[in-house]
């Protein structure tokens, strides 16, 4: 069983940083893609962005590209999110996820294809 335990939420002012972390249990953390995805105050839950299992590939939302980078170290087994300038709408609580498939080097954007979720932290942006 894989357990996956973000932390790093809070709340920030506009403009500010987090740095998520998201500490995954487990030998085969780095043979999988790992995802963050967000889920606001009545919205749907959306894809953020994404590391491939060797973190040589790399896939964001239009709507952070440019503000966010994620970031894996295989070693600690942990996956990182790093939110620069950070807006009001980008208040939600996000969820790292496991990429189902081994060793894949697909489309990283699905949410279904990923198969364990943490239970999330809040972000919370003020104007």
């Known amino acids: 069983q894989v357990q996956l335990v973000e932390s790093g939420g809070g709340l920030v002012q506009a403009g500010g940083s987090l740095r998520l972390s998201c500490a995954a249990s487990?030998?085969?953390?780095?043979?999988?893609?790992m995802g963050w995805f967000r889920q606001g105050p009545g919205k749907e839950r959306e894809f953020v962005a994404a590391?491939?299992?060797?973190?040589?590939?790399?896939s964001y939302a239009d709507s952070v590209k440019g503000r966010f980078t994620i970031s894996r170290d295989n070693l600690k087994n942990t996956v990182y999110l790093q939110m620069n300038s950070l807006k009001p709408e980008d208040t939600a609580v996000y969820y790292c996820?496991?990429?189902?498939?081994?060793?894949?080097?697909?489309?990283?954007?699905?949410?279904?294809?990923?198969?364990?979720w943490g239970q999330g932290t809040q972000v919370t942006v003020s104007s």
């Open positions: 487990g030998r085969t953390f780095s043979s999988y893609a």
């Open positions: 996820a496991r990429h189902r498939n081994l060793w894949y080097s697909g489309d990283l954007k699905v949410a279904n294809e990923y198969d364990y």
């Open positions: 590391v491939s299992w060797s973190g040589g590939t790399t």
